[in-house]
């Protein structure tokens, strides 16, 4: 949504870098490439004048001028102002104290209510909550149809006592939406729903049946929140359409919808500015799950390609098997060999997160290779899944006898050539040895050890290379009295070392005293300690 006024802002700031010092004119021209971008990217005018004017007085004030690094400063400085006009902080849903939770959901028509109507429901039950679904769009056709798929799919019941208007009757729909709210409500009273979502009809335009239609709907049932559901692409017209419904149903937050589209996303950085009410939620794809607490510090972060590696950790921890990290964290502390269906494993693992570009996309500098990430095939992991499952057991496990007639076979049965597996064998075994590589306490490679694992500091020297690897010795200090004391506690702690363990056995016993038994060693290993043969 905001890769046209992220590359414009990051070219922006690339001028600025090396700059010891900033003049008058460096920020004057910076604001001024701020602007266009903004302007460019559909922002509302008013948003954009007071937006610039803010980041001039700020970026010509003493908190740049006494920066060490003024550009980095003032990329600060639109980064704080980006999240203000984004609404400042996260604003969660208010609960009732008592009662159902009602949440009403108003938009125009094709602003995906509708479709949001599911996703905020799917997103409450994983919080804990069970939410209702209640079909108050009487006037669309099959839009009571549409609610109770997508109820179905999110695993959330759906009150919808009229079937709504069909292509015969469009004039004259049949049923009562304000009934059917006040009913929904009543129902999910009844059978102890703690939230229900009213998902109201809309229009292709504001008009003032369907405002009149709405403000009923809101006094008949006393919603708790009234979510303004925007279409992200509608571009300059979002404002007027914002101003509409605040002044009909005044709404307590926005849901924007469609971010994931291609367009230039000025309604994001508009609508909250314009109205003061903030955006709650974000809707970033066709699935139910496609679906994100809305984040202003995260999302200015995005826009200025600086990452969102917050929201990527949620993900993760959302998705991730928690048995199957625990599986593999006692496999690699064991030193046992990756195999290849631990490969398919953690494949599958990023596969459950969701599109890899949309993960990749939130990872600092991503702007850089979006080109090649928009040439990325998701397709790709069910490839190697088509591979790996054409192996047989023993295949998976012992790689190595995969010969030349075994590829062709596993070429043949999963559909690829043998070219693709032969790629898909290269890529595993580089993936084995980096495994095997960290197991032993090398690290990743460029990257020290693991603590805790063998083959860390001294103990190095028992494996190929570990005098490399090797603490270093400390170095003598050049003032000879700081030399002369440190030489004094070297031989105090090496004294004292030498009082602890007694002599006469390795382990620090007498050999008299010494009982081989007591260390619990396999059995006919005493003998090599010097005990009875």
Partial sequence: MFN?????????????????????????????????????????????????????????????????????????????????????????????????????LAGLQGAGKTTLAGKLSKWLKSQGHSPMLVACDLQRPNAVNQLQVVGQRAGVPVFAPHPGATSAELEHPAGDPVAVARAGVEEARQKLHDVVIVDTAGRLGVDAEMMEQARQIRRAIVPNEVLFVIDSMIGQDAVNTALAFDEGVNFTGIVLSKLDGDARGGAAL????????????????????????????????????????????????KSWDKDEAARMAKKFADQEDFTLDDFLAQMQQIRNMGSMKKMLMMMPGAQNIRQQLEQFDEREIDRVEAIVRSMTPHERVAPKIINGS????????????????????????????????????????????????????????????????????????????????????????????????????????????????????????????????
């Fill in 4 to 104: 046209s006024l992220s590359d414009r802002l990051t070219a922006t700031f690339k001028n600025l870098r090396g700059k010891g010092r900033l003049t008058e004119a460096d920020v004057d021209a910076t604001v001024r490439e701020i602007r266009r971008a903004l302007l460019d990217a559909d922002v509302a005018v008013s948003v954009v004048r007071e937006f610039t004017g803010r980041v001039r007085e700020r970026a010509l004030g003493a908190e740049v001028s006494g920066a060490l690094n003024p550009s980095q400063q003032i990329v600060k400085i639109v980064n704080e102002e980006l999240v203000e006009i984004l609404g400042g902080e996260t604003r969660r849903i208010r609960l009732a104290k008592t009662g159902p939770t009602i949440i009403m």
């Fill in 270 to 317: 508009s609508v909250a500015s314009v109205t003061g009410k903030p955006v709650m939620f974000a809707s970033t794809g066709e699935g139910v799950n496609d679906f994100e607490l809305f984040h202003p510090d995260r999302m200015a972060s995005r826009i200025l390609d600086m990452g969102d590696v917050l929201t990527l950790i949620e993900q993760a921890e």
């Fill in 406 to 533: 075994r590829r062709a076979r596993i070429a043949k049965g999963s559909g690829m050539h043998v070219s693709d597996v032969n790629g898909l064998l290269e890529r595993f075994a580089q993936a084995q040895k980096m495994m095997k590589k960290m197991a032993a306490g090398g690290g990743m490679p460029g990257m020290p050890g693991m603590p805790g694992m063998p083959g860390m500091g001294g103990g190095g020297g028992a494996r190929k290379g570990g005098a490399k690897n090797a603490p270093k010795k400390k170095a003598k200090s050049g003032n000879p009295a700081k030399a002369a004391q440190e030489l004094r506690e070297a031989e105090a702690r090496r004294a004292n070392a030498s009082k602890a363990l007694p002599t006469g056995a390795a382990f620090g016993q007498q050999g008299a005293d010494f009982d081989p038994s007591q260390l619990n060693l396999p059995k006919g290993f005493d003998k090599f300690l010097g005990g009875s043969k």
